[in-house]
């Protein structure tokens, strides 16, 4: 059983405001990723992490910003939400074995209005 | 540009059919395809193939990678309802890029 952790679930916020959707893992992982899913779609990796003060930018284009100041924790943040934002985000992350399987949370709906 | 492409987009079938799920690749500095399965929530992993021509079993799944076509089948025996799901393919490059996925959904 991975151990992954996405807040909030469920997400209902206003134009204009500011959110953070918080990723912490306990399994000691140096890479973890993001990813933005809207429903029936693919997933498109946003922003990756590799290690402790090491972000960068995925293949899809995204408003949002991401930290890791921590090895368990990548938040990532929206300093002002629109509708266009509405989507699931689903935070991964993967060991230094290097099978390439991800570990995913449960994922993070947000929703825009 | 790298490109997974997946195929059918959708299927539906009744219990106890096999179905095969393509997947096709194009990939710079290639090293691994993963299938995972997502049903409501978060996908969850079922094979990483890495070298041609062998095959990878779980139960009632397998699939095999053909590096020089550059394509993998997943394919599903004697399916149940457990199996509707998205089944995903993706293949490593900076993360994993997904394709777009085959929605699957096997009838009682």
């Known amino acids: 059983e991975a151990d992954i952790y996405q807040t909030p679930r469920y997400l209902v916020i206003g134009t204009g405001k500011k959110i953070t959707l918080e990723c912490s893992q306990t399994?000691?992982?140096?890479?973890m990723y993001w990813y933005q899913q809207d429903p029936g779609m693919e997933l498109h990796l946003i922003h990756y992490?590799?290690?402790?003060?090491?972000?960068e930018k995925g293949d899809l284009s995204s408003e949002s910003t991401v930290s890791r100041i921590r090895t368990e924790h990548f938040p990532l943040t929206l300093e002002s939400a629109r509708p266009s934002h509405t989507s699931q985000y689903l935070c991964?992350?993967?060991?230094?074995?290097?099978?390439?399987?991800?570990?995913f949370g449960e994922g993070s709906r947000l929703t825009v209005l | 540009e790298d490109k997974v492409v997946q195929s059918p987009l959708s299927l539906v079938v009744h219990e106890g059919d096999t179905v095969t799920l393509n997947c096709s690749y194009e990939?710079?500095?290639?090293?691994?395809l993963l299938w995972y399965k997502q049903e409501k929530k978060a996908p969850t992993f079922l094979f990483m193939l890495t070298s041609s021509g062998i095959e990878k079993k779980s139960g009632r799944l397998s699939s095999i990678l053909d590096k020089k076509e550059l394509f993998s089948i997943l394919n599903i025996t004697a399916t149940q309802t457990g199996d509707s799901a998205v089944y995903l393919c993706a293949v490593i490059r900076r993360a994993l890029t997904f394709g777009s996925g085959t929605r699957l959904q096997v009838q009682p």
């Open positions: 990939v710079t500095n290639f090293r691994s």
């Open positions: 991964a992350s993967s060991g230094q074995a290097n099978t390439g399987e991800l570990f």
């Open positions: 399994m000691g992982h140096d890479k």
């Open positions: 992490s590799y290690g402790v003060n090491s972000t």
